[in-house]
């Protein structure tokens, strides 16, 4: 399985500030995933990105709120930006297992980035 | 769309005991792939098992193994002989193709999740 990275591991903000959340793989991967975990509840995708081209989001996810980065086939980033108490939540970010076409289709989680707006 | 439904908030179950988490999912599709993934207090997501939906055999992996009826779209994980270590949320996944910048890639879809508490 993938080693996967993110930073920071944890974060207090002010509401109205942005947040920048980095997510670094130790192998080389086509497209990287952003997920969005609020307070008790389940995973959300928020966008998937691919590198060379600009992210995809999902439904209610939009990229002036959450831009993404993806520079490189190890790294990627992921904004929050203007934050409110809303957007406390667990950010994760995953990648495709490597392998062959078949194997990739399973998924490897960050450790997450545990988001707290005041 | 896909859903994905875990109809059983929390479960616990004494160490040592077997314990049988459920799920049910809905879909169009006929090529896709399910995962349950536990979370445990740390927060990292762990990949518990895995199933093919072409395959009728059941996925196991040692004290895990899945109960997998594709007409009826359930999706159910047992879990044998329960250690403490096994306290976690659990979530079931469904994973089908998607294609993006010209790149086909797995998108998962989460049920809500399953608190599993191992008694001593």
């Known amino acids: 399985s993938a080693v996967i990275s993110q930073k920071p591991s944890r974060d207090i903000c002010q509401r109205g500030t942005s947040l920048t959340i980095q997510c670094q793989v130790d192998s080389q991967v086509t497209m990287m995933f952003w997920y969005r975990q609020q307070p008790g509840q389940s995973l959300t995708l928020i966008a998937t990105a691919n590198q060379g081209s600009e992210a995809t989001y999902e439904s209610g996810f939009v990229i002036d709120k959450f831009p993404i980065s993806r520079p490189n086939l190890t790294f990627s980033t992921l904004t929050v930006s203007n934050m409110s108490p809303e957007d406390s939540s667990i950010y994760l970010c995953?990648?495709?297992?490597?392998?062959?076409?078949?194997?990739?289709?399973?998924?490897?989680f960050g450790p997450g980035t545990r988001l707290l707006v005041l | 769309a896909q859903t994905v439904t875990q109809s059983q908030p929390e479960m616990s179950v004494q160490e040592a005991e077997t314990v049988t988490l459920s799920c049910t999912y809905d879909t169009s599709e006929n090529n896709y792939y399910l995962f349950w993934y536990k979370q445990p207090p740390s927060r990292q997501m762990i990949l518990v098992i895995r199933?093919?939906?072409?395959?009728?055999q059941n996925a196991t992996e040692n004290r895990f193994s899945v109960n997998f009826q594709k007409a009826a779209k359930s999706f159910s994980l047992k879990i044998s002989d329960s250690q403490l270590g096994d306290t976690a949320m659990y979530f079931c996944?469904?994973?089908?193709?998607?294609?993006?910048?010209?790149?086909?890639?797995?998108?998962?879809?989460f049920g809500q999740g399953t608190i599993l508490t191992v008694h001593p």
């Open positions: 199933q093919e939906a072409y395959k009728q």
């Open positions: 996944a469904f994973m089908k193709q998607e294609y993006a910048g010209g790149t086909s890639y797995g998108k998962l879809t």
């Open positions: 995953s990648v495709p297992s490597s392998g062959t076409l078949l194997t990739r289709e399973t998924q490897y």
